[in-house]
C-alpha cells in the first residue's frame, strides 16, 4: 500500500494580499504528491502570533511529518531544486533572450517567405537581439549607464556615450529590421559594436577583471565575458555583412 504524502502548510491569505510564495508552496508540495493540510493566515495579528510562536522571520511555512521545513525557498532545497544565491550569476537572461529573438526572426521569415530559413532570417534575429538588448538598457538607463561605465572604453572617456549607446543600438537594430538608410545603420553597428568588442576583450581577456555585463540592462547578474562579446561582434558582422551585400 502507497503511504499518503502529507504536510502543513500555513501561509498569509488576507483580504488584500494573497502571499505568492505561499501559493507556490502549495502547489510545489501538491505537485509532489503531497496532500496539503491548508492553514490561512487571515490576519496580520494572526500572521504575527505564528510567527513568534514558532520563532520564524517570513510566511509561508511548512511542516512535514512534524518537521518544520521552513519558507519556500528551504521547500525548493528540500526537494532538491535550485535556490539562487543573492547576486548570484547567471547566463538565462541572455540565453532566453537570444532564443525569442531567433524564434521571433525564424517566424517573420517563415511569414513572409514562406520558409523560416532564409538569409532574412538571420538578418532579423540580429536585429531584433539588438532592439530588445536596447530596450532592457532604456528601462533603467541611469543604472545601466553607471554599469556600462565599469569597462567601456569610450564612455570612460566621454560620460555622455553611455547614455547614447542604447539608442543607437536600437536605432541600429529598427533600421537593420526594415532594411534602410544602409548609410546610418552600417557606420552605427560598426562604431558601437567595434568599441564594445574591444572594451569587453580588454576587460576580461587582457585585464582578467570579473565584472557584471550590462548587456541586458543595469540589474543583471550575467557576467560579462563570451556572450557579451558575442553581442558586439554580430553587430560588426551584421553591418560588415549589409556592407558587402
Known amino acids: 500500500m502507497t503511504q499518503t504524502l502529507h504536510a ?47 520563532d520564524v522571520a517570513t510566511t509561508p511555512q511548512t511542516f512535514i511529518h512534524g518537521q518544520r521545513i521552513g519558507g519556500h525557498d528551504d521547500l525548493r532545497r528540500f526537494f532538491g531544486k535550485h535556490v539562487a544565491a543573492p547576486g548570484e550569476t547567471s547566463y538565462r537572461p541572455v540565453a532566453v533572450l537570444f532564443v525569442m529573438t531567433a524564434l521571433m526572426a525564424l517566424g517573420a521569415s517563415r511569414a513572409i517567405a514562406g520558409t523560416p530559413f ?11 537581439s539588438m532592439c530588445v538588448l536596447a530596450m532592457l538598457k532604456l528601462q533603467d538607463v541611469e543604472r545601466f549607464s553607471t554599469m556600462f561605465l565599469n569597462y567601456d572604453l569610450l564612455a570612460r572617456r566621454w560620460v555622455p556615450y553611455s547614455y547614447v549607446y542604447p539608442y543607437a543600438e536600437g536605432l541600429t537594430g529598427i533600421l537593420m529590421v526594415t532594411g534602410t538608410a544602409h548609410w546610418l545603420s552600417i557606420p552605427l553597428g560598426l562604431t558601437i559594436g567595434g568599441i564594445g568588442a574591444a572594451s569587453v576583450f580588454k576587460a576580461v581577456y587582457i585585464d582578467r577583471r570579473e565584472l557584471k555585463c550590462a548587456c541586458v540592462g543595469g540589474s543583471s547578474n550575467v557576467p560579462l565575458g563570451f556572450v557579451s562579446l558575442s553581442e558586439n561582434l554580430m553587430m560588426v558582422a551584421m553591418a560588415v555583412w549589409m556592407l558587402v551585400r
Do not use: N
Not at 500555513?10 to 509532489?32: A, F, N, Q, T
Not at 532564409?118 to 531584433?128: E, M, N, P, S
Open 118 to 128: 532564409t538569409a532574412l532570417a538571420v538578418q532579423w534575429f540580429i536585429a531584433f
Open 8 to 54: 502543513t502548510l500555513y501561509r498569509m491569505v488576507m483580504p488584500d494580499h494573497v502571499c505568492p510564495y505561499g501559493l507556490k508552496s502549495k502547489w510545489l508540495l501538491e505537485s509532489r504528491g503531497y496532500k496539503v493540510e491548508d492553514h490561512w493566515l487571515t490576519t496580520r495579528t494572526e500572521t504575527d502570533a505564528f510567527k513568534a510562536r514558532h
